[in-house]
């Protein structure tokens, strides 16, 4: 087996990915990604929508299963757990999801005390002033009453990022964080994830297109396309990278390796061409 | 030619997607029975969703028990009264309440009120990602989101029927006694002789408790394998009504004529 490139021990990767390959139907969308995640760091995954970064969350987090390759997480095999032991390992991880996922049937309050409710036995006094610390982590400990229809896309977004670190987990994986944000949002959403990543010691992944905001709180980062690592190395290095395809992505150029056309017939012959479709 | 065959490969089609939908729909049966053994603990997530689909379909109910005890005591009377018998008029209104129209009523109703509003909650919930998110939770949905809802259907339909049947009667009172003058005597005691307790009200809370079950198994299923877009959503929802009112008219006939023996 390779040794990592970003030179991390063996004991020091928190998840380890090697050659995984993964199709719907007959399409692939992976096609054999190696990746080995160091524990405590902010690793950015980025790429073009599309290019297979949310199904490899995914496969992280044992939604889906990979035809081929090995997925570990701190040393157990995800894809071979049982339902049981893959629940207790997600007690240990979190997913950001990019909607914020939150429960429309419950204020912000109950949104973050559902996971520590569901999964430990605290007495309520005691789940108070955890929840509380929780949202006053994100800034949110005064809009505790609000239900998640209130909420703007930051805020949503910031709760659920509470939710997440309610049972403070080892790993959090944020399906693109950025997405939809205002700047402002933006700038407090970097910097919670950067702290989160500090403070708590929580090892994160992060999945975006925003090269900016995520180079910016990244320790590693890898690029993706057409569902392999295209580049990857400290944002600096992978921003200086000749390659083309990582020029074209890092530069936002409309075209590239990545065409601007969807794959079509001759333009000509399907103007002039009879039928209808 | 080629259009014969297509046509018959799109009916296989079409029949294999239901076999496989049955199928699915039974294992996901079998899953929310298995989990509804954890709900003894908890089982104030079953009181709540008790409250949602029972008190708040209360209302309907009750106006439209009213109303169908109201037309039965009419057309009762003016068919009763042609031999005479107008003082059965009671006995009338309960039997055809407690057997019929109490469960079949209801039933229809419920399928309207309560199950489309859990298919699409539960088909919502899965398109806005919040089951799969509570699944990355380490929380099991049917255990957390299903089961619940699916016993208190089975909590609910019955004693709703029972309150439909009964402000019915009171309906078939006010327009029989009240307005077309039946003696209230006659009314009450006619009704206690002729209806009887296993044949009658039993097999009525059978029948609304078989419903029950029917409705609200479609409406949770339909929303669990909703196709998460707004408009497959939709789409399941207008399902659960067809599926349930077309169960419940079917499993009627057949559990009336089990009830009476006589086919």
């Known amino acids: 087996m390779n040794q990592p490139r970003n030179g991390a021990a063996k004991d020091d990767v928190l998840v380890d990915i090697r050659d995984v390959q993964f199709a719907r139907g007959d399409r692939p969308i992976l096609k054999g990604v190696t990746m080995a995640i160091r524990r405590g760091s902010v690793t950015a995954i980025m790429g073009g929508s599309g290019c297979g970064k949310t199904t490899l969350l995914n496969l992280i987090g044992g939604s889906l299963k990979p035809d081929s390759g090995a997925i570990l997480v701190d040393g157990i095999s995800v894809p071979d757990l049982s339902t049981n032991d893959l629940f207790e390992l997600r007690k240990r991880m979190a997913l950001l999801f990019q909607t914020g996922a939150l429960f429309t049937d419950l204020s912000l309050f109950e949104n973050v005390a559902f996971p520590i409710r569901e999964h430990t036995r605290l007495p309520e006094p005691i789940l108070r002033k955890v929840v509380l610390m929780k949202l006053e982590t994100v800034g949110l400990r005064g809009a505790r009453d609000l239900m998640p229809s209130e909420l703007s896309g930051g805020m949503a977004r910031r709760a659920a990022l509470a939710r997440a670190i309610a049972l403070e987990p080892m790993m959090i994986m944020y399906d693109e964080p950025f997405t939809g944000l205002d700047p402002i949002s933006k700038g407090v959403i970097g910097k919670l994830i950067r702290e989160l990543n500090q403070s708590l010691g929580i090892t994160s992944i992060v999945v975006s297109h925003d090269v900016a905001e995520t180079c910016l709180i990244s320790d590693y980062a890898y690029l993706m396309g057409d569902g392999r690592i295209m580049g990857e190395g400290t944002p600096a290095e992978v921003q200086r990278s000749g390659s083309e395809h990582v020029r074209q992505f890092m530069d936002g150029l409309p075209d590239g390796p990545v065409p601007y056309q969807y794959p079509a017939e001759a333009y000509l012959e399907d103007l002039t061409r009879w039928n209808k479709h | ?263």
């Open chain 2, 1 to 263: 030619m080629e259009q014969a065959l297509n046509s018959l490969a799109n009916l296989g089609r079409i029949f294999l997607d239901a076999i496989g939908r049955l199928g699915r729909a039974a294992l996901f049966l079998f899953e929310v029975v298995r989990a509804a053994r954890v709900l003894v603990r908890r089982h104030f997530l079953v009181i709540q969703q008790v409250y949602a689909v029972g008190v708040l379909t209360l209302l309907i109910i009750l106006v439209s028990g009213l109303f169908v005890g109201m037309v039965l005591g009419l057309q009762g009377y003016n068919t009763l009264v042609r031999f005479g018998a107008e003082e059965s008029l009671g006995l009338v209104v309960a039997l055809s309440l407690v057997r019929e129209l109490g469960p079949v009523v209801t039933a229809l109703l419920f399928a309207g009120r309560a199950g489309s509003a859990l298919t699409a909650e539960i088909g919502l919930m899965k398109a806005t990602e919040q089951l799969a998110g509570m699944e990355m939770m380490a929380v099991n949905p049917i255990v957390r989101v299903i089961a619940p809802r699916f016993l208190a259907g089975l909590v609910a339909m019955p004693l709703l029927a029972a309150l439909f049947s009964a402000i019915g009667v009171l309906g078939g009172h006010l327009v029989g006694v009240g307005l077309l003058g039946v003696d209230a005597g006659a009314f009450w005691s006619q009704m206690q002789d002729g209806v009887d307790f296993n044949d009658d009200i039993v097999n009525g809370v059978i029948k609304s408790a078989v419903f029950g079950f029917i409705c609200t198994w479609i409406a949770v299923f339909e929303g669990y394998d909703a196709v998460p877009t707004s408009e497959g959503v939709a789409r399941a929802t207008n399902r659960t009504v067809v599926y349930s009112s077309l169960s419940v008219l079917t499993l009627d006939f057949i559990l009336t004529s089990l009830m009476l023996g006589e086919i």
